[in-house]
């Protein structure tokens, strides 16, 4: 279980909830936030699910897959901290985690 | 009597279930036109979702059917190759001179510098600009309609407000606009297309045309080449450092814009078609819109879902691959059918119906997916949200009175006419 913190464009901050193992991508969706339009599913195959990893996460939150690199190149306002919340599975480590979310999914 | 059925020609086709499975062939385009494919992919979804044609007007073809195996073969980039052409057709004789290269066609690295060139003209940042613009167009079509006398909506509507967007994406002289959808026309023209001028044109005709399209572009890429601030397409092409040099095959640029025409010509106007006679076909969820106009933006994924605007996209497989216990060849033609994988009942929730406040309505595979998926996604979306939301502000129905024509064709699903009749709102 972790408790994790998305941060719209806007500044409005959402605080959810999540059981280990399901994806970020997942907590945004199921909790409602908005922001997050997944529109693949979870199959790293578009890149509507976009977030900013806060500097203190980025190490915890793993690695990136050629898969999700090659999807983010794509994307637009990607930064070094870019990554796809479907690719990011939650577990206790992640505790406390904070990402923003981007203007607009793309 | 309601008209908003769709035309039907006699039933020529068999039942798809009375057919030997390799038999079964679901490449002709008059299937489409009468409707008559529906049962078809509904039959290799529950049977053979990785099915092999051994012979078709097309040559031999496998068909992906079931939506999570579009989305692994989309994806997949590296063994399902895009090049030299994403359609079932193979290039037409002849064609290979009049080589016109587009990055949809194209595998990375080429496809990759090429799409991000042009990608800043359609990114939510620059749509948020032209947003206001556009709805004054809408705005201006709409008032300018005719009440209370029937009238083609293809024409006044769907073509007109695409025609309009394509002219604002490529800062393109707006007298000339309707050269766009012309040109539009004559390179997706072919004898499919059958009962349209573009059936019987020639190839020398095709050509003269396309040869008159690009001088017209190389003159605008001319004047725009110094224009390094342009957010229309010629000018991010033309003053890119890595697409400027495109300028020594003048092809090339015909090719790129072409794929930016024709992406987003007909699959915009058939949503905005398609999507009108959804909705005369489905009263109450009419009802529930008028209702609660907050339902247009998943109203409009749904519209997409629903008409599938491409029915499918090509590949070709460059190694040996399994999916679904079949092996599919190194060289072996792949087409994904998306309009049968958005209709699988094991991914979308009563899949034949038309639901427009449906639980994660983006969640269809219109736009593709992987690295070729729509680049004008935010853009179709757009035009359709904010022409349902000023025929919301100005009319109670947009009533469709008579047959809808469908192009035969079985790749773009097309409206070509539709009569209409607008009921104001009550003042
Ligand atoms: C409802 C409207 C639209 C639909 C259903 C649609 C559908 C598609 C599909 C199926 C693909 C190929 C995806 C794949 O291979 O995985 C595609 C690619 C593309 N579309 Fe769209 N499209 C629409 C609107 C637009 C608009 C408005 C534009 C441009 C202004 C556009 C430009 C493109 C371009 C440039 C590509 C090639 C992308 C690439 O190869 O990287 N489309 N579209």
Redesign the pocket.
């Known amino acids: 279980m972790a408790t994790v913190t998305f941060i719209e464009g806007n500044g409005t901050e959402h605080t959810v909830t999540v059981d280990n193992g399901l994806s970020l991508m997942e907590a945004a969706v199921n909790n409602m936030v908005p922001g997050i339009d997944a529109d693949c599913g979870g199959a790293c195959a578009c890149a509507t699910c976009h977030v900013y990893v806060e500097p203190a996460w980025e190490t915890k939150a793993g690695d990136k897959s050629d898969m999700e690199e090659t999807m983010l190149d794509f994307a637009e306002g990607t930064q070094g901290n870019s990554r796809l919340a479907c690719q990011i599975k939650i577990s206790d480590e992640l505790d406390g985690l904070v990402v923003r979310l981007p203007e607009a999914q793309f | 009597m309601s008209f908003a059925e769709d035309h039907r020609e006699t039933t020529k086709f068999p039942d798809p279930y009375s057919l030997p499975l390799e038999k079964l062939d679901v490449s002709d385009s008059g299937l489409f036109s009468a409707q008559e494919h529906w049962r078809y992919f509904e039959r290799l979804r529950k049977e053979d979702p990785v099915h092999y044609c051994p012979d078709s007007e097309f040559g031999p073809y496998w068909s992906i059917t079931k939506f999570k195996d579009i989305v692994a073969v989309?994806s997949n980039f590296k063994v399902f190759s895009?090049d030299k052409t994403?359609v079932i057709a193979d290039p037409r004789e002849g064609e290979d001179e009049f080589d016109t290269p587009m990055?949809?066609a194209m595998d990375p690295p080429r496809?990759d510098v090429q799409?991000k060139a042009?990608t800043p003209a359609?990114a939510p940042a620059n749509l948020a600009k032209l947003e206001g613009l556009i709805r004054e167009r809408v705005c201006k079509i709409l008032d300018d309609l005719p009440v209370g006398e029937a009238f083609d909506w293809v024409d006044r509507v769907s073509i007109e407000l695409t025609t309009q967007?394509?002219a604002t994406?490529f800062d393109f002289p707006w007298e000339d606009r309707r050269k766009l959808t012309r040109w539009s026309d004559i390179s997706t023209a072919g004898p499919d297309l059958v009962g349209t001028e573009y059936a019987t044109m020639t190839e020398e005709d095709r050509r003269a045309e396309l040869e008159e399209c690009l001088a017209y572009f190389l003159m605008l890429w001319e004047e725009r080449r110094g224009n390094g601030d342009g957010t229309d397409f010629i000018s991010l092409l033309a003053t890119n450092p890595d697409t400027k040099e495109m300028i020594t095959n003048p092809y090339e640029i015909l090719g790129n814009l072409i794929?930016?025409i024709v992406?987003?010509n007909d699959?915009?106007r058939n949503?905005i078609s398609g999507g009108l006679l959804a909705l005369n076909q489905n009263p109450k969820e009419f009802e529930k819109l008028k209702a609660n106009p907050a339902l247009v933006p998943s109203m409009v994924s749904e519209i997409?879902r629903w008409v599938?605007?491409?029915a499918h996209?090509r590949r070709t497989a460059l190694e040996d691959y399994e999916i679904g216990g079949k092996t599919i060849k190194k060289g072996d033609k792949v087409v994904m059918w998306?309009i049968s994988g958005n209709r699988d009942d094991e991914e979308i929730d009563r899949p034949n119906e038309f639901i427009i406040d449906r639980d994660k309505a983006r969640h269809h595979l219109?736009?593709?997916?992987?690295?070729?998926?729509?680049?004008?996604?935010r853009?179709?979306?757009m035009?359709?949200r904010i022409l349902w939301e000023e025929i919301l502000n100005r009319f109670d129905h947009v009533e469709v009175v008579g047959d809808a024509k469908r192009l035969d064709s079985n790749f773009v699903m097309g409206i070509t006419e539709m009569p209409v009749v607008l009921h104001p709102k009550k003042a």
């Open positions: 989309d895009s994403i990055f949809i496809h799409r042009v359609v967007m394509l994406l794929l930016l992406g987003g699959t915009t949503s997409i599938t605007p491409l996209m998306y219109s736009f593709g997916f992987g690295i070729h998926r729509c680049m004008g996604n853009v179709g979306e035009q359709l």
